[in-house]
Nanobody
């Protein structure tokens, strides 16, 4: 079992920045892929960024060059640095972990077994 707890959400103006954190605990060594997802009201959950244990990343086109995923293995924390925020970035943001069986890491929701409860990001104009 892997437990994930997101934090760092809040309200920010268009063009602003925010850094989300995801504290990972439990059987984290079993996970190969960690990722960030988001879901806006009335929309499907969509993948934002993925990171594997070798440091390879993948991003959704909508966030490339604005969002950056990283991890701090010493503190078992996954981060999502977001800059140049747009109104369409407003959503509940979730982190997710796989069970170690996926390579390469993709932004495919079926690849991820463990999910956090989410942290809300609100964008104001």
């Amino acid at each position: 079992q892997v437990q994930l707890v997101e934090s760092g959400g809040g309200s920010v103006q268009v063009g602003g920045s925010l850094r989300l954190s995801c504290q990972v605990s439990g059987a984290i060594r079993s996970s190969h892929c960690l990722s960030w997802w988001r879901q806006a009201p009335g929309k499907e959950r969509e993948g934002v960024a993925a990171l594997d244990t070798d440091g390879r990343t993948s991003y959704a086109n909508a966030v490339k060059d604005r969002f950056f995923v990283s991890r701090d293995d010493a503190n078992n924390t996954l981060y999502l640095q977001m800059i140049g925020l747009k109104s369409e970035d407003a959503a509940m943001y979730y982190c997710a972990a796989d069970d170690g069986g996926n390579y390469p890491c993709r932004l495919d929701i079926d690849d991820y077994k463990y999910w956090g409860q989410g942290t809300q990001v609100t964008i104001s104009s």
